[in-house]
């Protein structure tokens, strides 16, 4: 059973930083994609960013180019999201995901692909 835990939201001032965390239980960490994802009040989730197994590489949805940083440590099974530059906009519960089939054609921001969840983490961005 992979558990996925999420740390790190909280209440920030318009162009502060956060810095999330999951820990995943899993045996072979550097074999699943991790992602976040993000759902805004009364908006459908959406996806932020993915840093792919066996290092694939990372990506990120467009609005958070440049303001948002994905890494993963392979060894702690940790993915982080550094997210600097907040807007109030970033406001919204983000998941932490686990997607455990690998492949460089995967589709990563596709929510559908990742079986594994979070409980989510709350993060208010404040004007």
Known sequence: QVQLVESGGGLVQAGGSLRLSCAA?????????????????????????????????????????????????????????????LKPEDTAVYYCAADSICGPYRDYNRAANYFYWGQGTQVTVSS
């Open 25 to 85: 239980s899993v045996r072979t960490f550097r074999d699943y994609t991790m992602a976040w994802f993000r759902q805004a009040q009364g908006k459908e989730r959406e996806f932020v960013a993915a840093a792919r197994c066996r290092g694939f590489g990372t990506d990120y949805t467009d609005s958070v180019k440049g303001r948002f940083t994905i890494s993963r440590d392979n060894a702690k099974n940790t993915v982080y999201l550094q997210m600097n530059s």
